[in-house]
């Protein structure tokens, strides 16, 4: 169909290497929540813009995150393909190979 958007592929290796970070965690951990921005993300895990810009952007190039702007911020959520990994509480990644449980990880 015309419009219809097919989501790319997911890799399980890049997901589980940029998932190897814990600060990479804390991140996915927050934007399980919901769309956040990227000052709101280093607030809350008390990480620099410069830490945080880091690891997003290696969350995104794993096809983990995706980021809007809006105006001069932007706003990262989790990628539509990873979302599809998570199971209904999304609290649980579920890679086939391994599951990552992101209620029980540490803080």
């Known amino acids: 169909m015309p419009g219809r958007k097919t989501l790319p592929p997911f890799d399980c ?6 998932l190897g ?23 809350t895990l008390h990480v620099t813009p ?8 290696v969350l995104k190039e794993a096809g983990l995150v995706e980021v809007e702007k809006q105006g001069q911020q932007r706003i990262y959520s989790l990628a539509a ?18 599951q990552f449980h992101f209620d029980k990880l540490p803080e």
Do not use: W
């Not at 804390?26 to 280093?42: D, F, H, M, S």
């Open 50 to 57: 410069y830490n945080v810009s880091k690891h997003l952007r």
């Open 13 to 18: 290796l890049s997901a589980m290497r940029a």
């Open 81 to 98: 393909a990873f979302r599809e990994k998570l199971s209904r509480n999304s609290n649980t990644l579920d890679l086939g190979c391994c």
């Open 21 to 43: 970070e814990p600060t990479r965690l804390r991140l996915v951990r927050q934007l399980i929540a919901g769309a956040k921005p990227v000052t709101e993300l280093c607030e």
